[in-house]
């Protein structure tokens, strides 16, 4: 016993924040809508529409271009204080450049801003959730460090104009799976460079992320604003006892969290990735390593920028030393082959195994090698084709019980969750088959009708609950 009172063990700590999450290509369609520019999604996917089950897009999606009321009502309906969503680049600046801005765009969030603090909900904003402006990605996109000077004058404009308004700050939504559009290919652009434009993306958006902050600090620290990334990555466990795959672990979290929170925490990658893709980078007979080298102002520049941890959590993995995948790429280079424990209960996604237990883990590690950084869950959520809700109260229930034992057991600095998501949409290549929402959208009604599921009046009840109030 920690001799902490029971109520701290059921309730979570006062202040905590209950939210929900979207993105914008995945909810707000509107996707050429009042001079608003083409997106790489909007590009590959009139370009192959096969790349989506049944042809599937975001043209129309949940429309919250046109109903942002609509999701600003289940939310508050619901009780969430907090709502976290993403700007599209292309929205506000068509060409993606500041040569040309589009006022209705810029509209639009302000007027979603404004309905979301007029029903006392505090916005978590994105700046960038994967829907680069397409004009960019002609010129290479993320590839070219030109995109980095284009990114932070896009940022300095967001922060002007909503800076005095969102607090909450999110430049890059998983830069993994952004570096994973360009090494591989299950998103835009999909260019399936292996093992290089992975590195070399990625690159870039530290180099952004890392100017963008400093941007921040010189020109709108009065506005007390407090900027993260959302990390992403499995919680990994090892497949055996042994000393190889016990190791594996730390590697799986260093080539995935690792990959970018070391750099913006710490300085520079994580040692073991450095080592092991030169190390591979040389066998291959290139005289320059695939993972880039940062000159060492820049190192000083991208480390230490981020004020809190944004923390996407969803499943864990088993993890053993080995080789797998093509040669080269991001996964051979880690030297760790994953899987699922049977054990795991399966999802409506095959990437999906629902450990609630990873969540609680997870934290710890961030905790221990990041230190006491205020940490806030930016995702957690379980997907069903429409027929589990059920499964979902189950997967939230669990996942919010670990969070408390992070918290007041392990004592990580969780300050809030954003749940994944407020309502159904656009879930990448899985289209509209896969739900993730607590509020169902009939997507076959004009205005997209929004209704509460089983699990949104859940967590109605659970956090009425659960909220330790002033
Ligand atoms: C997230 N993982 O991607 C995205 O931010 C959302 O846009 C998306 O809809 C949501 O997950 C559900 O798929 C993830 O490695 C990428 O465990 C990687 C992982 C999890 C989620």
């Not at 016993?1 to 029971?6: A, N, Q, V």
């Not at 006022?103 to 979603?112: K, P, R, V």
């Not at 829907?131 to 002007?160: I, R, S």
């Not at 990437?351 to 957690?380: C, F, H, S």
């Amino acid at each position: 016993d920690d001799g902490l009172p029971i109520a701290s063990h059921t309730m979570f700590p006062k202040g905590f924040m209950f939210g929900a999450s979207t993105a914008a290509y995945q909810v707000e369609g509107g996707w050429n809508a009042d001079g608003k520019g083409v997106s790489i999604w909007d590009d590959l996917l009139h370009k192959y529409p096969e790349y989506v089950v049944y042809n599937m897009n975001g043209d129309v999606s949940d429309d919250s271009y046109h109903f942002y009321k609509d999701d600003v009502r289940v939310l508050k309906e619901i009780g969430f204080q907090t709502y976290r969503f993403s700007i599209a680049w292309p929205r506000v600046l068509p060409d993606g450049t500041t040569s040309n801005i589009n006022q209705a765009g810029i509209d639009y969030y302000m007027n979603l801003i404004d309905e979301l603090i007029a029903n006392g909900i505090e916005p978590v904003v994105a700046l960038y959730h994967w829907d680069l402006p397409v004009t960019l990605q002609k010129f290479g996109g993320w590839l070219n460090p030109k995109v980095v000077d284009l990114f932070v004058d896009y940022a300095d404009l967001m922060f002007k104009t909503y800076g005095d308004k969102v607090k909450w700050w999110i430049t890059i939504n998983e830069p993994e799976s952004v570096a994973g559009g360009y090494g591989g290919g299950d998103a835009a652009p999909a260019l399936n460079l292996f093992g290089t434009g992975d590195y070399l993306s990625g690159h870039n958006l530290l180099r952004a992320h890392g100017k963008t902050y400093r941007l921040y600090q010189k020109k709108y620290s009065h506005f007390g604003g407090k900027i993260s990334m959302a990390f992403c990555g499995a919680t990994c466990y090892p497949a055996s006892d042994s000393p190889e795959d016990i190791a594996a672990v730390d590697r799986c979290f260093q080539f995935s969290f690792g990959w970018f929170a070391h750099p913006v925490i710490k300085g520079d990658y994580p040692p073991v990735m450095r080592e092991y893709v030169d190390e591979n980078s040389m066998a291959e007979g290139r005289d320059v390593s695939r993972l880039p080298y940062f000159t060492e102002e820049e190192i000083q520049e991208i480390n230490g920028t981020v004020d809190w941890f944004g923390l996407n959590y969803y499943t864990s993995q088993m993890v053993k030393a080995g080789l797998t995948d093509m040669d080269p790429s991001l996964n051979r280079d880690s030297r760790i082959i994953k899987s699922f424990n049977s054990s795991w209960p399966t999802s409506g996604t095959n990437w999906l195994r629902v450990v609630p237990q990873g969540l609680r883990l997870i934290a710890t590690k961030v905790k221990e090698a990041y230190g006491d950084i205020p940490i806030m869950v930016t995702e957690n959520g379980y997907p069903d084709h429409g027929e589990h809700d059920d499964l979902r109260i189950g997967y939230f229930e669990t996942h919010l019980a670990e969070l408390r034992r992070a918290i007041y057991e392990d004592g990580c600095n969780i300050f809030g969750i954003c749940i994944w998501s407020i309502i159904d949409n656009f879930e990448w290549r899985n289209g509209y088959t896969v739900k993730f929402g607590v509020v169902n959208v009939d997507f076959n009604s004009p205005n997209r009708t929004r209704t509460l599921k089983n699990s949104g009046y859940w967590f109605q009840h659970y956090i009425a609950m659960h909220k330790l109030v002033e």
